[in-house]
Nanobody, 128 residues
Framework: QVLLEESGGGSVQSGGSLRLSCRASGYNYTGYCMLWFRQYPEKERERVAA???????ILADSVRGRFAVSRDNAENTLFLQMNTLKPEDTAMYYC??????????????????????WGQGTQVTVSS
């Protein structure tokens, strides 16, 4: 059973930092895409960051220079280091992997509608 468990969310002041973790189990994710999405109330989930099958990282324009994504393959864990946080980063953050067709995808989907597996989410709140 595929299971993605996020942790590390919380409340911080503007300019602060948080580190999100996503522990994956039920499958060997080495060599496959893992991603972070976020969702504002009443909005669709948007891709924030990803690590594709060859280890290349992808960051949304809105977080580039402030966030960093990495993974520990030995621990099947994905990280999102968030620095210089802004109130507009306030959202629910979700870990994700795979597509609707297969969990074993090396290239990372861009759209939430194409994602196959989701974590339960962790809330990040940034106050001004």
């Amino acid at each position: 059973q595929v299971l993605l468990e996020e942790s590390g969310g919380g409340s911080v002041q503007s300019g602060g930092s948080l580190r999100l973790s996503c522990r994956a189990s039920g499958y060997n994710y080495t060599g496959y895409c893992m991603l972070w999405f976020r969702q504002y109330p009443e909005k669709e989930r948007e891709r924030v960051a990803a690590v594709d099958g060859d280890g290349s990282t992808i960051l949304a324009d809105s977080v580039r220079g402030r966030f960093a994504v990495s993974r520990d393959n030995a621990e099947n864990t994905l990280f999102l280091q968030m620095n210089t946080l802004k109130p507009e980063d306030t959202a629910m953050y979700y870990c994700a992997t795979g597509t609707r067709a297969t969990i074993a995808t090396r290239r990372c989907p861009r759209l939430a509608a194409d994602i196959g597996y989701w974590g339960q989410g962790t809330q990040v709140t940034v106050s001004s």
